[in-house]
T-cell receptor, first 112, second 116 residues
């Protein structure tokens, strides 16, 4: 089955800095890669996603890049703000089952 | 749009009792609902995939007789934790996949279960 590795497990940055979270996946058939933000005790919220036919996608301060050959994808947050502090999860899934495999999560802490 | 509700949001019960958690898609039809378990500071662990009108598919290591799942309609799935024990205490989250949305999943707010 699919295996998703996520790094780092914890990321601490100063407000205004950029943050990068990286994930790798093992199943070359995976073709959908969402990123979720989860605040403490809350539900995961989809913040951005990318499909395998696209190499990069951007939404304001958030961007995701995908390297299919290397089987890794990354989340980039620019101009971080304290409200960006949360746990971020990457995931990978493929058509047919659409069952996602989640990474272990990255706790992002943005210091004011 | 694409709202998923879960009820109850939290529950405390005595060891040996059964607890039912409901997951509803409020404004869309969900062919598939997923049930996850999340321990503190850990990732989402998929327990089972629930398809409307058919038996749930359980992940390896998840006891189907302990975690009963029913997906009676396109908007409702239930998870019943039978004979709950303290080790079953966790955060249970459901998600629903839109008929049209292929991969897109919408998560419920979660249910905090504490078994005394």
């Amino acid at each position: 089955g699919e295996n998703v590795e996520q790094h780092p497990s914890t990321l601490s940055v100063q407000e205004g800095d950029s943050a990068v979270i990286k994930c790798t996946y093992s199943d070359s058939a995976s073709n959908y890669f969402p990123w979720y933000k989860q605040e403490l005790g809350k539900r995961p919220q989809l913040i951005i996603d990318i499909r395998s036919n696209v190499g990069e996608k951007k939404d304001q301060r958030i961007a995701v890049t995908l390297n299919k050959t290397a089987k890794h994808f990354s989340l980039h947050i620019t101009e971080t703000q304290p409200e960006d502090s949360a746990v971020y999860f990457c995931a990978a899934s493929k058509g047919g089952s659409y069952i996602p495999t989640f990474g272990r999560g990255t706790s992002l802490i943005v210091h004011p | 749009g694409a709202v998923v509700s879960q009820h109850p949001s939290w529950v405390i019960c005595k060891s040996g009792t059964s607890v039912k958690i409901e997951c509803r898609s409020l404004d869309f039809q969900a062919t598939t609902m997923f049930w996850y378990r999340q321990f503190p500071k850990q990732s989402l662990m998929l327990m089972a995939t629930s398809n409307e009108g058919s038996k749930a598919t359980y992940e390896q290591g998840v006891e189907k007789d302990k975690f009963l799942i029913n997906h009676a309609s396109l908007t409702l799935s239930t998870l019943t934790v039978t004979s709950a024990h303290p080790e079953d205490s966790s955060f249970y989250i459901c998600s629903a996949r839109d008929l049209q949305g292929e991969h897109t999943q919408y998560f419920g707010p979660g249910t905090r279960l504490t078994v005394l």
